[in-house]
């Protein structure tokens, strides 16, 4: 890998205190604003963004309807989307130039919107009603990689009845679970909390996935917590994001769960200081050797990349970066190995044969608003995406490319933090796999974002917040409203076909550039520089 940071193309810069300062508070003040609006447009449900649930009498998900129109509800949801990332963006700026609000107040203010947000219905998306599906199967012990939420309305169970088929999507009432046994036991969990109320499932999904996201501030905190600039920088990419959020804690999406495991795995996996065999005087080893992997590190980081795989199978692509961070030592190798699959195959056996097939023979399938679009719709003339439009091996395509870009990241992507060997290559592999890949949406980019935090400043922040906030706008319906104005959809269907692909394509262009170019403008000051990192866990 790249190890230089060209300090001299450094993204920090000197400038006037006063626009430090204004730079600071326009960037609160941003974020403060669409926090706002995502938490009144959630609260305000049923509508375009929130899915319409059967009240659970006394508790959570609590919300008044007020029957907001889609055109007021979309419109307020780009706006935040966007403010939300330009406040990020601008908070990034103001910290590079010197700005350092006080950093408890950041996290205080983010644990309170987290709290807010985790109380009110599923926001943004419709999947947290297939997580209940889901563990509402495994409770009355069917097998959701066999059964499909249909199935379950058609056997005169209570919960399949509670769900609102007319405003889902029909492709997931027919189909099986595509998520891991963990995912499995974490929705079983949530339905069994959850009783005969769908809506009381999903809170307690929600909870599940606010959980993992409070866990990702207090792990980043602890990790950065000796450098205030990069302390707030993470702060800034993951506590306070609106966008993350949104994706995460309104949507209730699992792929917060997944974050969370897979960060402990990657930031777990450390390189600590040896000593020779000589000693001194004073019996202390007199000269330092090279440093080493620790074998209880690497079984740790194999451990809960197990986990994070067994909810989504792509962050096996951490265990692949372990294995990338571990090929000279091959006891560390074996270890993370090891505790990899002390978790993984037991899961697998134990959710039985359909899991298994399903892992091995699902294909993820390409999103309507994938990048690719760009390239068949002016050439074939398509005007509106369909499974049979699209160019047949697309898929193919797309996975080869992946694996181009994924081997021209990891051998060039700079490596600022060299105590923790797996950051960077996890990075590089799961932004190749978010950018280069047809199905694209904007809450899997959580699996880079959270080890993106780790990093020193540089434009890869700009390329990747710019990307998230394009996906964002495109999913904040749930539902699909046959009262909203032709020019709302229209907007929408111009947004998610050539807008949002738009910028996914020149992220990925940029992406590769940065690679061959190496103009990352890394600041000079690394606060991830060696021995900097606190230990997730103390030596022993």
């Known amino acids: 890998m790249v190890g230089e940071h060209n300090g001299d ?55 008044h309807a007020l029957h ?8 307020s949801l780009w706006a935040a989307m966007v403010l939300g990332g330009a406040g990020v963006i601008a908070g990034l700026v103001a910290v590079a130039r010197g700005a350092r609000p006080p950093v408890r107040a950041v996290i205080a203010g983010a644990f309170l919107a987290i709290a807010v947000v985790t109380v009110l219905p599923p926001a943004g998306s419709t999947d947290a009603i297939s997580y209940a599906a889901n563990g509402r199967m495994a409770v009355i012990g069917r097998s959701p990689y066999v059964m499909t939420p249909l199935q379950l309305k058609r056997s005169g169970d209570p919960i399949g009845r509670q769900i609102p ?109 040896s000593q020779s065999s000589g000693q001194s005087s004073s019996g202390q080893s007199s000269e330092p050797g090279r440093g080493q992997i620790g074998l209880r590190d690497a079984v740790l980081a194999g451990l809960a990349i197990g986990v994070a795989t067994g909810i989504k199978a792509e962050y096996a692509l951490f265990g692949l970066a372990v294995a990338w961070a571990c090929r000279r030592s091959v006891k560390p190798l074996a270890a993370a190995a090891a505790g990899f699959v002390l978790v993984v195959v037991p899961a697998y056996l134990a959710a039985g044969t359909p899991a298994i097939k399903i892992l091995l023979t699902r294909s993820p ?72 890949t047809a199905f694209q949406r904007p809450w899997y980019d959580v699996m880079a974002i959270s080890l993106l935090a780790l990093y020193s400043a540089s434009r890869l922040d700009w390329v990747v917040l710019i990307r998230l906030v394009a996906g964002a706008t495109v999913y904040v319906q749930a539902v699909q409203s046959p009262f909203q104005p032709h020019w709302l959809a229209n907007l929408g269907q111009f947004d998610g076909a050539w807008l949002t692909p738009g910028v996914r394509l020149l992220a990925a262009v940029a992406l590769v550039w940065l690679c061959l170019s190496g103009r990352w403008g890394w600041r000079s000051a690394s606060a991830t520089s060696p021995g900097r990192l606190p230990e997730l866990l103390p030596a022993t």
């Open 9 to 63: 193309e450094g993204i920090s810069r000197s400038g006037s205190p006063e626009l430090t300062r204004l730079l600071g508070w326009l960037a609160a003040a941003a974020i403060v604003v669409s926090t706002l609006i995502i938490i009144a447009i959630s609260a305000a449900g049923p509508n375009v963004s929130v899915p319409a649930l059967r009240r659970a009498a006394g508790s959570p998900p609590w919300w």
């Open 68 to 75: 907001l129109t889609a055109t007021f509800v979309t419109v």
């Open 165 to 273: 088929f007319i405003q889902i999507p029909s492709t997931w009432t027919t189909t099986v679970s595509v998520y891991g046994p963990v995912a499995t036991g974490a929705e079983w969990a949530a339905a069994e909390l959850g009783g005969s109320s769908l809506a009381r499932i999903t809170f307690w999904l929600k909870l599940e996935a606010a959980l993992a996201f409070g866990a990702v501030i207090l792990v980043l905190d602890r990790l950065l917590r000796a450098d205030p600039a990069q302390r707030l920088r993470a702060h800034l990419l993951w506590s306070v994001n609106p966008l993350l959020l949104w994706e995460i804690v309104a949507s209730g999406h699992i792929d917060g769960l997944a974050a969370l495991f897979g960060l402990l795995g990657v930031a777990g996996l450390r390189i600590r200081p």
């Open 365 to 436: 399938g390409i999103t309507w608003d994938t990048m690719y679009q760009l390239f068949w719709r002016p050439v074939l003339g398509y005007t509106q995406f369909s499974v049979t439009s699209r160019p047949p091996h697309l898929e193919l395509v797309a996975y080869l490319l992946f694996a181009a870009v994924a081997v021209l990241a990891v051998l060039r992507f700079p490596d600022p933090v060299p105590h923790l060997p797996a950051v960077t290559p996890a990075l590089a592999l799961s932004l190749a796999w978010l950018f280069v």
